[in-house]
């Protein structure tokens, strides 16, 4: 076997110690019968304190009886008999160990204590282990099996990986990609992840040329950096990560204070994450199975744009009903195709896409061998996808079965992977699946819905792998003196790194206010303090102010945010002008606990809270990341121009806001959170007219 990975020896041992056979228990003989069922290549030895043989197997005392290299122990003993376990493995020069036992930190805080505990014992020793309260792992692939979940027979072999933290899922997800004809390389149950997690396992199969895709539920990931490590060797492998997520990415309590909080809401950052490293984030057990099953058999395709075909006229319009909500593009075939499609296809066929071979397929199926291979042509697609209603057998309805045939003759001509699709779920039997194999079928989608769903992200894995490369190095130092804090220290700090801000006057009376007032024209008068910051709540915001209001104003301000924080430190009154019409921006970065710092942009004054609209990326970005999250807004027409209203510079603004995100870069690991709100952009004229910053306590 290749040793090129860390984990290597550990999924793929041959040799396995079964610590807690006994032929008296019902559990240890459904733990032997996996062996044989998944197909292990190895000897197994029978583990018990009589020594005595089990379920056919030679039985020891202990593992240093056994005499042979033992790569593996699968330790199924009482909690309180574990530790001892992981000794007599460590004594005997075991370095692997899968721990199915369960009752540690699963359960409550003595558990969590027992956890510790063995997990020390196999440091100690050099063990490796995964668990415990694991169901453990079958590499199909490398005939390598420590598990107690069933296998599904007839036993299929396929290219897809699945891991889970929880071993229910893996099993259910198991089944139902058996269900599905799916087979896969290779399925892991994580448990309590208390030495191997998720992180080192998704990097193992980067390396195994027997996975084509890696299928993830997850619930939290223990070890984020050593997963983005993890992620990006994936990415720059063009290896697929699909999966499921539950739960929320927590935010630091102190970015509540910046509008940015709002607008990237309590998963945001990880989707961001997501977006970075080419990995598909799926709602459903189906969709996770289904889609990382479509990429590992097609792999990315080019131009990332799909193209449909279908016997009936009405899953086409149901198609790009589906297709609009997933996001998946419906680019029309070119003319020169749509020209050839018509020399053979029935003259009332429609040549659009989606493509409707209409249903002359059942008096002539050979119309999808002679229409595939011009559609799969079009230079417009990089995969054309057939749905059509496929048999359980061609015994069932012959002409259906010869259907399946005929398109798979046109893939075949074509030089595109197959991929068919039903309309609709349907129970499937066995001869089904030797038919569309038959038919050298690469990906099957039996449901329309969740299959445009799987379309819609090979698109957009396709779409972020060519724009992929490896993450620049980002760095986190504090800048020379002291750390900006006010309004004013923040806006200086960012016009330092290329953000141009709207002009100030510290003002300390209203005399002085009154001559700033008349020198700028209309004014907008703010306090500043490093004590408040959301001014307007304060009462400490004045807009459209006049010299000879200034005065008085002033002193309202004042007035107001004494009483509104009696205790706030107050360094006097910001004057500037007062600006006309522009579409304001909201520009944050924010800290993520798991995933560092993220650039958010949306849209500012009223309809931050209106529209939630906005996109997130991790830092670092540049400006064509930038101008890809302008273009992801909702309201990305405001700044093309829209009804009279001017256009905004977007490379101008997409070069200031990536400075925002090297700004926040160079502001330290105590940075919660840089935020510009407003940054006011019409035509050229580009502003930042308030800064904020937020520290975590330093340690």
């Given at each position: 076997?290749?040793?090129?990975?860390?984990?290597?020896g550990?999924?793929?041992?041959?040799?396995?110690a079964?610590?807690?056979?006994?032929?008296?228990?019902?559990?240890?003989?459904?733990?032997?019968?996996?062996?044989?069922?998944?197909?292990?290549?190895?000897n197994?030895?029978?583990i018990?304190?009589?020594?005595?043989?089990?379920?056919?197997?030679?039985?020891?005392?202990?593992?240093?009886?056994?005499?042979?290299?033992?790569?593996?122990?699968?330790?199924?003993?009482?909690?309180?008999?574990?530790?001892q376990?992981?000794?007599?493995?460590?004594?005997?020069?075991?370095?692997?160990?899968?721990?199915?036992?369960s009752?540690?930190?699963e359960?409550?805080?003595?558990?969590?204590?027992?956890?510790?505990?063995?997990?020390?014992?196999?440091?100690?020793?050099?063990?490796?282990?995964?668990?415990?309260?694991?169901?453990?792992?079958?590499?199909?692939?490398?005939?390598?099996?420590?598990?107690?979940?069933?296998?599904?027979l007839?036993?299929?072999?396929?290219?897809?990986?699945?891991?889970?933290?929880?071993?229910?899922?893996?099993?259910?997800?198991?089944?139902?990609a058996?269900?599905?004809?799916?087979?896969?390389?290779?399925?892991?149950?994580?448990?309590?992840?208390?030495d191997?997690?998720?992180?080192?396992?998704?990097?193992?199969?980067?390396d195994?040329?027997?996975?084509?895709?890696?299928?993830?539920?997850?619930?939290?990931?223990?070890?984020?950096?050593?997963?983005?490590?993890?992620?990006a060797?994936?990415?720059?492998?063009?290896?697929p990560?699909v999966?499921?997520?539950?739960?929320?990415?927590?935010?630091?309590?102190?970015?509540?204070?910046?509008?940015t909080?709002?607008?990237?809401?309590?998963?945001g950052?990880?989707?961001?994450?997501?977006?970075?490293?080419?990995?598909?984030?799926?709602?459903?057990?189906?969709?996770?199975i289904l889609?990382?099953?479509?990429?590992?058999?097609?792999?990315p395709i080019?131009?990332?744009?799909?193209?449909?075909?279908?016997?009936?006229?009405?899953?086409?319009?149901?198609?790009?009903d589906?297709?609009?909500?997933?996001?998946?593009?419906?680019?029309?075939?070119?003319?020169?195709?749509?020209?050839?499609?018509?020399?053979v296809?029935?003259?009332?066929?429609?040549?659009?896409?989606?493509?409707?071979?209409?249903?002359?397929?059942?008096?002539?199926?050979?119309?999808w061998?002679?229409?595939?291979?011009?559609?799969?042509?079009?230079?417009?697609?990089?995969?054309?996808?057939?749905?059509?209603?496929?048999?359980?057998?061609?015994?069932?309805?012959?002409?259906?079965?010869a259907?399946?045939?005929?398109?798979?003759e046109?893939?075949?001509a074509?030089?595109?992977?197959?991929v068919?699709?039903?309309?609709?779920m349907?129970?499937?039997a066995?001869?089904r699946?030797?038919?569309?194999?038959?038919?050298?079928?690469?990906?099957?989608?039996?449901?329309?819905?969740?299959?445009?769903?799987?379309?819609?992200?090979?698109?957009?894995?396709?779409?972020?792998?060519?724009?992929?490369?490896?993450?620049?190095?980002?760095?986190?130092?504090?800048?020379?003196?002291?750390?900006?804090?006010?309004?004013?220290?923040?806006?200086?700090?960012l016009?330092?790194?290329?953000?141009?801000?709207?002009?100030?006057?510290?003002?300390?009376?209203?005399?002085?206010?009154?001559?700033?007032?008349?020198?700028?024209?209309?004014?907008?008068?703010?306090?500043?303090s490093?004590?408040i910051?959301?001014?307007?709540?304060?009462?400490?915001?004045?807009?459209?102010?006049?010299?000879?209001?200034?005065?008085?104003?002033f002193?309202?301000?004042i007035?107001?945010?004494?009483?509104y924080?009696?205790?706030a430190?107050?360094?006097?009154?910001?004057?500037?002008?007062?600006?006309g019409?522009?579409i304001?921006?909201?520009?944050?970065?924010?800290?993520?606990?798991?995933?560092?710092?993220?650039?958010?942009?949306?849209?500012?004054?009223?309809?931050?809270?209106?529209?939630?609209?906005?996109?997130?990326?991790l830092?670092?970005?540049?400006?064509?990341?930038v101008i890809e999250?302008?273009?992801?807004?909702?309201?990305?027409?405001?700044?093309?121009?829209?009804?009279?209203?001017?256009?905004?510079?977007?490379e101008?603004?997409?070069?200031?806001?990536?400075?925002?995100?090297?700004?926040?870069?160079?502001l330290?690991?105590?940075?919660?959170?840089?935020?510009?709100?407003p940054?006011?952009?019409?035509?050229?004229?580009?502003?930042?007219?308030?800064?904020?910053?937020?520290?975590?306590a330093?340690?």
């Amino acid at each position: 076997m290749s040793m090129g990975n860390p984990l290597t020896g550990f999924f793929q041992p041959r040799n396995v110690a079964l610590i807690g056979a006994s032929d008296r228990s019902e559990w240890s003989r459904l733990i032997h019968s996996r062996f044989g069922a998944f197909g292990h290549q190895g000897n197994l030895y029978a583990i018990n304190r009589d020594g005595k043989p089990a379920h056919g197997l030679p039985g020891f005392k202990n593992c240093g009886e056994i005499g042979q290299p033992v790569d593996m122990a699968y330790i199924f003993v009482p909690a309180n008999a574990v530790g001892q376990a992981l000794r007599d493995a460590g004594d005997a020069g075991i370095k692997h160990a899968v721990v199915l036992t369960s009752g540690f930190a699963e359960v409550d805080a003595e558990g969590a204590a027992m956890q510790l505990e063995i997990t020390e014992i196999a440091r100690s020793y050099g063990i490796r282990m995964l668990g415990p309260n694991s169901l453990g792992f079958a590499n199909i692939a490398h005939g390598s099996v420590t598990t107690s979940m069933p296998p599904r027979l007839p036993l299929r072999q396929g290219r897809l990986a699945v891991v889970s933290q929880s071993g229910a899922i893996t099993s259910e997800l198991n089944k139902y990609a058996h269900n599905q004809g799916i087979g896969l390389s290779f399925m892991a149950a994580t448990g309590n992840e208390a030495d191997i997690g998720i992180a080192e396992i998704v990097d193992y199969l980067v390396d195994d040329d027997a996975v084509g895709a890696i299928a993830l539920y997850i619930e939290s990931i223990k070890s984020p950096a050593a997963f983005a490590a993890a992620a990006a060797r994936a990415a720059a492998a063009k290896k697929p990560i699909v999966l499921l997520k539950l739960g929320r990415s927590p935010m630091s309590a102190a970015i509540a204070q910046a509008h940015t909080g709002s607008l990237v809401g309590d998963d945001g950052i990880f989707d961001a994450m997501c977006k970075r490293y080419a990995i598909s984030r799926v709602m459903s057990l189906e969709e996770l199975i289904l889609t990382a099953n479509l990429l590992a058999n097609v792999g990315p395709i080019s131009p990332p744009r799909i193209g449909m075909a279908s016997m009936s006229g009405g899953a086409c319009a149901i198609y790009v009903d589906l297709a609009e909500a997933h996001g998946l593009a419906v680019p029309q075939y070119a003319e020169d195709t749509q020209a050839r499609l018509r020399e053979v296809l029935p003259g009332f066929a429609s040549t659009l896409n989606p493509l409707d071979v209409t249903g002359a397929v059942m008096t002539d199926p050979s119309i999808w061998a002679r229409a595939l291979p011009i559609a799969c042509s079009d230079p417009n697609m990089g995969l054309v996808v057939a749905f059509t209603v496929v048999p359980n057998s061609p015994v069932e309805n012959a002409t259906l079965g010869a259907n399946v045939i005929q398109i798979g003759e046109g893939y075949r001509a074509s030089g595109q992977p197959a991929v068919v699709g039903t309309t609709i779920m349907q129970d499937a039997a066995e001869s089904r699946f030797e038919l569309l194999a038959e038919a050298g079928v690469a990906a099957f989608l039996p449901n329309l819905d969740v299959g445009v769903r799987a379309l819609a992200h090979l698109q957009r894995w396709s779409e972020n792998l060519a724009v992929y490369r490896p993450e620049i190095a980002a760095g986190d130092a504090a800048p020379a003196g002291k750390l900006p804090g006010s309004e004013r220290e923040t806006l200086a700090y960012l016009a330092s790194y290329g953000v141009p801000v709207i002009p100030s006057v510290l003002v300390q009376d209203g005399q002085a206010a009154a001559k700033a007032v008349a020198e700028l024209g209309l004014s907008v008068l703010k306090i500043a303090s490093p004590d408040i910051a959301h001014k307007t709540e304060a009462g400490g915001v004045r807009l459209r102010v006049e010299a000879a209001d200034a005065a008085t104003v002033f002193d309202e301000i004042i007035a107001s945010v004494k009483a509104y924080a009696p205790t706030a430190a107050i360094d006097g009154v910001l004057v500037g002008p007062m600006r006309g019409d522009g579409i304001e921006l909201v520009i944050g970065v924010t800290r993520d606990p798991e995933w560092g710092l993220a650039l958010t942009v949306g849209f500012g004054g009223v309809l931050t809270e209106l529209l939630a609209d906005s996109a997130t990326r991790l830092l670092p970005v540049d400006r064509s990341a930038v101008i890809e999250m302008l273009g992801a807004l909702r309201g990305a027409k405001l700044l093309a121009g829209y009804r009279g209203q001017a256009g905004v510079d977007i490379e101008r603004l997409a070069e200031i806001i990536a400075g925002v995100g090297q700004a926040a870069l160079g502001l330290g690991p105590t940075l919660a959170a840089l935020e510009v709100n407003p940054l006011r952009a019409s035509g050229g004229l580009i502003e930042a007219l308030d800064g904020l910053t937020i520290y975590h306590a330093a340690g």
